[in-house]
Structure formats: structure tokens, C-alpha cells
């Protein structure tokens, strides 16, 4: 997968957190590379920090936020997806996951943005004929009406115009 950062973004921090995520999973008995153990992967989501996923053993990890991430505030993060591998399946934000991911040294907040992380600004902006303005990470592929003018019905009076959000 081709990882794309973000403007300011460094790649420099995003091999020190990769090394850093790995030997955290493999202190916490995840066993990283190795037959049955979990797996490490970077993804391009702008907005989710992190996934647990059961069903292929694998923590995935944003490199467009990391790159603008401390470590510090990055590995509060990789702690908190550990700790969701350590919890298992249904367990969510419950009373288990959070005293395992204080346990293991994170800080239990079920969001990030709480340390200051940074946030990727949207990269597109479409704007009703009446002026009201949605944000997107993608832009639509079809017609998409406003929300506030039309809210229960398609109405094509109201179809946002899409365009780079500056």
C-alpha cells in the first residue's frame, strides 16, 4: 500500500512509530510476524487513528495522522488498539478494555484529539445554492442534496457543488 501524508507530514516519524507499535505488541504477547500472532499495518484514513480487527489478527494504524503526531500522542493510540486485541471480540470501550488499556500504560480516552493530535482538515467543500457548506474527506460520485434545505427527500434545487476545500 502507498502510504500519502498529509502537507507537514514526515515519514522519518512514521518508520520510529512503526518500530515502536511493533515491539509494543510483541512486550504485550501479540507476537508480531510470527505464526498466530497479530500483525501491523498502516492505512491511508484520515479521520480513524487506529483499528483492531479479530478476524485477520491485524492493528491497522493511520500514516497521514501519525506523521503529525508526537510519538507520545501516537503511542497512547497503538495502546489503546493493543488493548483492544488483549480485551477481545465485544468487548469495545467496556470496563475490561479500559482497565487493561490502563494497565498497559494508556490512557483509557476512547477518542483521540484529547492530547492535542493534530487533524487532517477535509479535502473537499460543497456548497448548497442557499450557501450552506458540508465537508468531505472524498468527493461524492453522485449528486448529493443539502441536508438543512432538503433533509428527507432528494430535491435537485438543493445539490451541493463540490469543490477542493482550500
Known amino acids: 500500500m502507498e502510504i500519502k501524508l498529509p502537507p507537514g507530514g514526515n515519514l522519518e516519524q512514521i518508520k520510529r512509530i512503526e518500530a515502536v507499535a511493533i515491539t509494543l505488541m510483541a512486550k504485550h504477547g501479540l507476537r508480531p510476524g510470527q ?3 497479530w500483525s501491523f499495518k498502516w492505512g491511508n484514513a484520515a479521520k480513524v487513528g487506529g483499528t483492531c ?3 485477520t489478527r491485524t492493528l491497522r494504524f493511520s500514516a497521514p495522522l501519525f506523521s503529525l503526531w508526537t510519538t507520545a500522542q501516537a503511542v497512547d493510540l497503538i495502546k489503546h488498539e493493543i488493548a483492544h486485541a488483549l480485551a477481545g471480540e465485544g468487548h469495545h470501550h467496556d470496563e475490561i478494555w479500559w482497565k487493561i488499556a490502563r494497565d498497559i500504560g494508556a490512557t483509557g480516552s476512547r477518542c483521540w484529539g484529547k492530547l492535542g493530535e493534530k487533524s487532517i482538515p477535509p479535502t473537499w467543500k460543497g456548497t ?4 450552506h457548506v458540508r ?3 472524498r468527493k461524492p460520485k453522485q449528486a448529493r442534496c443539502c441536508g438543512i434545505c432538503s433533509p428527507h427527500v432528494f ?3 438543493y445539490i451541493r457543488k463540490w ?3 482550500q
Open 35 to 37: 505464526a498466530g500472532g
Open 53 to 55: 480487527s479479530y478476524k
Open 128 to 131: 448548497c445554492p442557499k450557501g
Open 135 to 137: 465537508y468531505a474527506y
Open 155 to 157: 430535491d435537485a434545487r
Open 163 to 165: 469543490e477542493p476545500n
